[in-house]
Structure formats: C-alpha cells, structure tokens
T-cell receptor, first 115, second 114 residues
Framework: EDQVTQSPEALRLQEGESSSLNCSYT??????LFWYRQDPGKGPEFLFT???AGEEKEKERLKATLTKKESFLHITAPKPEDSATYLC????FGAGGTSYGKLTFGQGTILTVHP | DTEVTQTPKHLVMGMTNKKSLKCEQH?????MYWYKQKAKKPPELMFV???????INESVPSRFSPECPNSSLLNLHLHALQPEDSALYLC?????????????FGQGTRLTVV
C-alpha cells in the first residue's frame, strides 16, 4: 500500500526565516510526486510535479527536490502570504505497468509565517 | 486557464434530501475525479472517470452516485446521506488516464448534512 508521511505537522517561521518541509514516501513504483498548497476552505493549488530522483523544480520562493525515498519543499525568505497547508501526494504505477489517476496524500504541513 | 468550477460552493441538506454537486472544466482534460476531505485531513479519492467512463470506485457507499455526462462535466448525486458525510467535496481533472500528470482542483463544495 502506498504511504506518504509529511513532517513536521506544523511549522511556525518568522518572515525571512528559511526552512524545509519533508515528505517521505513508500510506493511500489513512483509515477509522480506532487506538491500542493491549500488555503483554509479552498481546494488544493498545484505547485510542482517531480518524476525522478535528482529532479528539482523552482517557483518564486519555493524549491522542490526528490530522492528515491523523500521529497523536500524548501522555502526561502518566506512571507506571511506563504502561510498555508502544504500537501505532498504520490501517484503510483498500477498492475501491468499502467498508471492510475489516484493521488495518495500525506497529512500535510501547516505553515505559519509571522511578520 | 487551469480552472475547475464547482457548484454550489455551500450546501446544507437533510438526511432525506436528494441533491447534486456539479463540476465543470474546459481544459480538454479526459480524467476527472471526486475527492472527499474532512476537516484537518488530506483529500481522499472517491471516484475516477477516464474518457467519460468510471475507472475507479474506492468502495464508496451507494448513497453517492457519480455521473459524467460529457468530457467537460462531472456530477455527484447525493441521496440519504448521514451527518458523517459532511465534508468538503473536491472535483479535479487531469490530462488523461495515463497518469503522471498534475491534477487541478476546484474550490470545493462545503456540504453539511443535518
């Protein structure tokens, strides 16, 4: 069974204080790893897709990296508007090498950035 | 345009009511999904439609009935729900059943069953 574990559960930062969020995963065959941002009462907003170990993606103050066992979301000089829940999800290959649309999500990291 | 539109945004229904949630996308995506999200929990997959055919049903109770009238629309028909079904219902779409591509989510319907 696919499993995704995110840490920490909650993270409080001062504006400008850089940090990283962790996503550890266990999957039979990784088709893709996804990072989403979710604001309270809203749907998840897509951030990044990572497909293979060593891959990196950047967007503004965010940088996502991937190894064979985990992914990191690095936040550089965060601002209060970066406060949100960050969700990591994996998509696995199904039987026979086919892939399915199912995303398995981690529990999320609640990020709060204080001014 | 990466927009998935869900209506209504909020819905309150009694346990004997019948209601429907609607989802629409115009990105040409051929896979559409329903997820359920309880408070402080991650989204959980309910159904997957691929090319307008039901591909995955994650053992969802029959009081939830999905429908995909065409490639742009996805409905979720609700009947005889229980209070524990109260949650945020999310619709999503992605390019195709091949997977490995990002899913774009709507803003959700906040459902309260009384």
């Amino acid at each position: 069974e696919d499993q995704v574990t995110q840490s920490p559960e909650a993270l409080r930062l001062q504006e400008g204080e850089s940090s990283s969020l962790n996503c550890s995963y266990t999957v039979s065959g990784l088709r893709g790893l996804f990072w989403y941002r979710q604001d309270p009462g809203k749907g998840p907003e897509f951030l990044f897709t990572l497909y293979s170990a060593g891959e990196e993606k950047e967007k503004e103050r965010l940088k996502a990296t991937l190894t064979k066992k985990e992914s990191f979301l690095h936040i550089t000089a965060p601002k209060p508007e970066d406060s949100a829940t960050y969700l990591c999800a994996v998509q696995a290959f199904g039987a026979g090498g086919t892939s399915y649309g199912k995303l398995t999500f981690g529990q999320g990291t609640i990020l709060t950035v204080h001014p | 345009d990466t927009e998935v539109t869900q209506t209504p945004k909020h819905l309150v229904m009694g346990m004997t009511n019948k209601k429907s949630l609607k989802c629409e996308q115009h990105m040409g995506h051929r896979a559409m999904y329903w997820y359920k999200q309880k408070a402080k929990k991650p989204p959980e997959l309910m159904f997957v439609y691929s090319y307008e055919k039901l591909s995955i049903n994650e053992s969802v109770p029959s009081r939830f009935s999905p429908e995909c009238p065409n490639s742009s629309l996805l409905n979720l028909h609700l009947h005889a729900l229980q209070p524990e079904d109260s949650a945020l219902y999310l619709c999503a779409s992605s390019q195709g059943y091949g997977g490995g591509t990002e899913a774009f989510f709507g803003q959700g319907t906040r459902l309260t069953v009384v």
